[in-house]
């Protein structure tokens, strides 16, 4: 079975652009959360998405967006980039999103915003 | 607010010792622990975890002890080999939230 699978692994922005990452979540996995790591922060909570529908969001500004799709395949926007947005993002899926859960995670995608 | 803090940033420990990772928590809601481990450039995976109805959970060489009175938790790796180099990452999870809470990590180096 394969297992969480992100596009792309890097990207390089520039300030005021927007990005949009994907995650495809393990086959038959319904529920898609995304994580933002940076150093000294740990990973931090964005949202989750569960059969198309956001279940819970965390503490991040508007321009963080995102979206689930029919076959689970989830995508993250951010617009208006700043520098601070620079971080690993990371997607985990899991079967019915229950917080006792194991969460399966994707290798990320490294932003970095200049 | 970090709810969950891990705050040892790096421990290094000799390979065969014990390496004991700690971690303390605010909210008195959570009610199930996790700790995944991370390698560079993969994401993190999912190591063992407790109920905060026990006390102590075991798996190999890996044990996770809770203290719900301190609000602490640690985990145990022994004997510790050169592969359980990573960072480790404590996470919390209360009922009803689907979210984790997680540490800021913690950098292990096992030394040969």
């Known amino acids: 079975k394969a297992g969480v699978t992100q596009t792309p692994r890097y990207l390089i922005k520039t300030r005021g652009q927007q990005v949009t990452l994907s995650c495809s979540p393990i086959s038959g996995h319904r529920s898609v959360s995304w994580y933002q790591q940076t150093p000294g922060q740990g990973l931090q909570f964005l949202f989750e998405y569960f059969s198309e529908t956001q279940r819970n969001k965390g503490n991040f500004p508007g321009r963080f967006s995102g979206r689930q799709f029919s076959n689970s395949r989830s995508e993250m926007n951010v617009s208006t980039l700043e520098l601070g947005d620079s971080a690993l993002y990371l997607c985990a899926s899991s079967l019915a999103g229950i917080p006792n859960e194991k969460l399966f995670f994707g290798s990320g995608t490294q932003l970095s915003v200049l | 607010d970090q709810q969950v803090k891990q705050n040892s940033p790096s421990l290094s420990v000799q390979e065969g010792r014990i390496s004991i990772l700690n971690c303390d928590y605010t909210?008195?809601?959570?009610?199930?622990f996790l700790w995944y481990k991370k390698y560079p450039a993969e994401g993190p995976t999912f190591l063992i975890s407790i109920s905060s109805i026990k006390d102590k959970n075991e798996d190999g060489r890996f044990t996770v002890f809770l203290n719900k009175s301190a609000k602490h938790l640690s985990l145990h790796i022994v004997p510790s080999q050169p592969g359980d180099s990573a960072v480790y990452f404590c996470?919390?999870?209360?009922?009803?939230?689907?979210?984790?809470?997680f540490g800021q990590g913690t950098r292990l180096t096992i030394n040969p």
């Open positions: 909210n008195s809601m959570f009610d199930y």
């Open positions: 996470a919390a999870s209360a009922e009803g939230a689907q979210k984790l809470v």
